[in-house]
Structure formats: structure tokens, C-alpha cells
């Protein structure tokens, strides 16, 4: 593939102590791209995306983003990247309206710029009314939201999401769905961690399925599905995944919990 890409991996290895995380994951992604990040809970995911971010080390491999390696810079990526951790750092003590200040002065935006992106970024997501409510006292969804608007403080050329959908409502989901296409047609590349598959068959160009540290599909949603007996992406995940005794595991847990009939 020719042209610069926003992420490009090549044999990317983690491990923490003895248990094997990464194992020579490979893949890119190239601006426009909305790409999928699929997988069940431990499956790498989120260790993946905290690399390309540069907070967490690689064992082995190559990462760029954007043209940059992550383990040294950091700093600069994270002026062109808007990024959402599956646990935002979110502050109780403070309000939506500081929250995003402080992130404002993370990113040395200046002033001028931070108090007119600051609530038309709180506006859009519905906050106007809660900016100056102190985040203890904002329920999950509104939390969520909060993390949302933070993460794009900057105007970025790659947007990382790490459950991003998490706690919101839907008409924030259709929203959030909504500004993912758009960010797509303006050629910012999006690679998004979710268990939803069904955001995924909606949303996504592309789905990357990862199941115990390496990746097991790769491809167009309906391109993956071309030729299998699997007549759905989430029928593939769970064939892919291992995951296709989960009528089983429902009857056992019902069973367990002294359920059934």
C-alpha cells in the first residue's frame, strides 16, 4: 500500500511477567478508515491501543502513528490524536467546564482557543446545562460524555476510542456513530475497541477481530463474511473467538443459579 499510513503495527509482542499479551500483531490502518477493534475481554485490546498511545511499552515489533514512534514521542502524537481510555481519568472534585480546561492545558492549547472550543464541545453533547456541576454528582452516561468532549480538545488526524459507547444513552450512541462517518469523510482514520458488534456492522469499514493476543479476521465487514457459514458478524466472532458453546454457558450459568425450568 502506498501513501503514509495513520497506524502502521509489524510484530507487535507484550507480555506481562510470563503470560503472552501481543504476539506479533500486524496491521495498518490508513486515513479515512473507521476501523472496527474487536475481541473478548483480555484479548489485547486495550493493550494494543495503550501502546499506540505511548503509555505502555512494547517488548518487540514496530509501531508508527502517524510517522511517529509512540515509546518516544509521545508528546507531540498527542497533540494530533483524540484519545479515549476504557477508564477516563475523570476528576469528582471538578466540573465538565474544568475538566475539559484541564485537558486544555494538558495539550497547551491556548487560551483563547480552549474558551471557545470548551462549550461548543459541552453544547454539542448536551452538557450546557451540567458544565458547571461537579462530576461526582453526574451520572455515568453524562460522565461519559464529559470523557467524549475531552478527548477531542485537540483537532486530531487519528481518533482512538476504547469503549467508547460505554454507559451512553442511544440517541448519543446515534451521535456518536454520526461523527465517526463524518471524521472518515474528512480522512481522519478511527480505530475503535467495542463489544458492540452491532456499531460495528453499522459504523465500521473495516473490522480487526483479536482472540488471545493475535489477530483472527481482517477485512470489510461483509467481505469477511463472503463464502462462511456464518450469516452474521457476531456468528463469526463467536466461531473466531472460540465462543460458540455460549448457549451452553447462558444453561450453565442459569443452572448454577437455579434458574431453569
Sequence with gaps: MGGAAAIEVSGLTKSFGARRVLSGLSFRIEPGEVVAFLGPNGAGKSTTIRILTGQLPRDGGAVHVLGRDPASDSAAL??????L??????YDALTPREQLELVAGLHELDDATAALR??????SLGLDDLADVP????SRGNRQRTALAAAFIVEPRLVLLDEPLSGLDAPTVLQVKEIL???AQRGVAVLYSSHLLDVAESVASRVLILHEGEIVADGAPGALLAGRPERSLEQLFRQLTSDADVEARAERFLASARLTP
Design 135 to 138: 462530576l461526582a454528582a453526574c
Design 181 to 183: 462517518r463524518r471524521l
Design 85 to 90: 481510555p476504557d477508564t477516563p481519568p475523570l
Design 78 to 83: 498527542r497533540r494530533e490524536i483524540a484519545f
Design 118 to 123: 470548551i462549550p461548543e464541545l459541552l453544547g
